[in-house]
């Protein structure tokens, strides 16, 4: 796709962008079609590539979130390799937003899974480091991936990396973490 078909270069559209991002009073805008958490943020701001002012749609998230995501995709693979009959296990809400139940074979298939999350995380196989991997070949503007360790993600920790990446002084760490799940928490 070119700049001229991509309406993230169109300086029309990054026009109303900076309208928008202004208004807020931060320097972008979150994503409001995608759910936010204290771990995951999507968002726009505006900067420049080549020489060519564009929109940067991000999405930014914790290094444990990103363990956390390596460890399942890499259960569900070794869960697929394990059942033949395998399929996702789709955990379905009953009437009064309550969990159902999972029949034998989705009991059966999460707790090998859990095994093999256990199993990673004892032998510290899966490591992650800080990153921002750009995509130019999108739709819309420019696609940034980011992985910073931080307990969680917040319009500060958004703010600051916008600037640092503005300014190309960004400083990513490229120590490998690994991380242990955190046992949910009952009262």
């Given at each position: 796709?070119?700049?001229?078909?991509?309406?993230?270069?169109?300086?029309?559209?990054?026009?109303?962008?900076?309208k928008?991002?202004?208004?807020?009073?931060r320097?972008?805008?979150?994503?409001?079609?995608?759910?936010?958490?204290?771990?995951?943020a999507?968002f726009?701001?505006?900067?420049?590539?080549?020489?060519?002012?564009?929109?940067?749609?991000?999405?930014?998230?914790?290094?444990?979130?990103?363990?956390?995501s390596?460890?399942?995709?890499?259960?569900?693979?070794?869960?697929?390799?394990?059942?033949?009959d395998?399929?996702?296990?789709?955990?379905?809400?009953?009437?009064?937003?309550n969990?159902?139940?999972?029949?034998d074979?989705?009991?059966?298939?999460?707790?090998?899974m859990?095994?093999?999350?256990?199993?990673l995380?004892?032998?510290?196989?899966?490591k992650?480091?800080?990153?921002?991997?750009?995509?130019?070949?999108?739709?819309?503007?420019?696609?940034?991936?980011?992985g910073?360790?931080?307990?969680?993600?917040?319009?500060?920790i958004?703010e600051?990396?916008?600037?640092?990446?503005?300014?190309?002084?960004?400083?990513?760490?490229?120590?490998?973490?690994?991380?242990?799940?955190?046992?949910?928490?009952?009262?």
């Amino acid at each position: 796709m070119s700049k001229q078909e991509n309406k993230g270069f169109d300086p029309s559209v990054i026009n109303n962008y900076k309208k928008r991002i202004e208004a807020s009073g931060r320097s972008f805008l979150y994503d409001d079609s995608d759910e936010q958490s204290e771990e995951y943020a999507h968002f726009y701001f505006t900067g420049n590539y080549e020489g060519s002012e564009v929109i940067y749609d991000a999405v930014m998230y914790t290094l444990r979130l990103q363990h956390e995501s390596e460890l399942f995709e890499i259960a569900e693979h070794r869960a697929a390799q394990h059942f033949p009959d395998y399929k996702k296990i789709n955990y379905d809400e009953d009437e009064n937003g309550n969990l159902e139940a999972l029949d034998d074979r989705e009991e059966e298939i999460g707790l090998f899974m859990a095994e093999v999350i256990m199993e990673l995380e004892e032998e510290d196989q899966v490591k992650v480091k800080e990153h921002v991997d750009m995509d130019i070949h999108v739709d819309f503007g420019i696609a940034l991936d980011i992985g910073l360790h931080v307990d969680e993600i917040t319009p500060g920790i958004i703010e600051k990396f916008i600037r640092d990446f503005n300014n190309d002084s960004l400083q990513l760490d490229s120590t490998l973490y690994s991380f242990q799940t955190k046992a949910e928490e009952t009262s």
